[in-house]
């Protein structure tokens, strides 16, 4: 018998381990429902662990005492945001440093331009921003570096300032990988509408270089017959996905390389052409996976939410404790219908 064989970990101490509550540390326990297969997961791993070493949950001590976190999101938030919003949040908490998150009207540079510069006179100390590319911006950001505040950039990169850091997609070779697998499921041939968001984001930019980089190598008679910005509003998407049907009658495919993809699943069912068309879309979120498994989108380009959250807040305690500002790249992740229980987040 080893020394710990006996040992059965306390409810409490299961919670702090997984960084859950003790109620639902009891409903998993007690085989009751109203409990995410992600957390059951989290819950049974931590029980194990305890079982097994015997020991008390690890306490992470905090790391970066007067670290005061600002992260700006672009909104109002969708479900991607969202997703990557709640992150920030349970990866400060888990870290023991404070975080401010306020989402910001992405079409308004100067109202993102005027909060980055709040930072400066509210005692924050590190910035994470979804960055959209404007001088207002980049001005912005520029200074908060001179002045000595850590900044990290998320989903979005805006080259060229030094001591930014970068965690996310490398949005071109995202792009590259929607347009193969929207080539592959064309057949390599037909009419596609590529829909994007004002190029607010540089990100959005990258994913349509990309896009067209490997449709015009690999993929020479498939065409491009509507480029559409949408703003990233799904009622926009809608309208504007029932003008390019009607007008296209031979269209074989669509990607989005930006948000509103409700406003396109609607389109496609109104139309009555939902499994005839191809559909390629970025972020799995609820909706668009739920797309995938009614058959409504084919493919999703995917970026882990949680680990960009958790590479952010460890650079900026990184940058807090004295060292390098690290950006890091995120694997794009390729979403299909038949591999949705391996996805992250979800």
Known sequence: MTEHQNYKPRIADIALQ?????????????????????????????ARFLEQSGGRPRVIAPTAAGLNLRAFLGGAPGFANEILGRALRESARMHGVPLALDFVKRTDPMALAAQLRGCLEDG????????????????????????GLHVTSVLTQMPGLDGLGYIGLDNRAAGRLAGQILGLLCGGKGEI????????????????AGLRSVLREDFPDIRIVETISTDDN???????????????????????LAAGNRGIERALLDSGRATELTFVAFNLTPLSRKALVERTMDAVIHQDMTRIAEEAVTAQIAAHQGKVLPG????TELILRENLKDASNF
């Open 193 to 208: 509408a590529v829909f994007h968001s004002d190029a607010i984001y540089r990100s959005h930019e990258e994913r349509e």
């Open 234 to 256: 799904p009622n926009e998407c809608f309208r504007r996905a029932q003008q390019v049907l009607s007008k296209h009658p031979d269209l074989t495919g669509l990607v989005n």
């Open 328 to 331: 890091k790249m995120i694997p």
């Open 124 to 147: 924050t100390s590190g910035v994470i921003v979804q960055a959209v590319e404007h001088p207002f911006v980049r001005d912005a950001i520029a200074e908060l570096i001179t002045r």
């Open 18 to 46: 997984a960084g859950v509550g003790t109620a639902t540390v009891d409903r998993v326990l007690n085989n009751r429902p109203g409990v995410k297969e992600k957390t059951v997961q989290k819950v049974m791993a931590a």
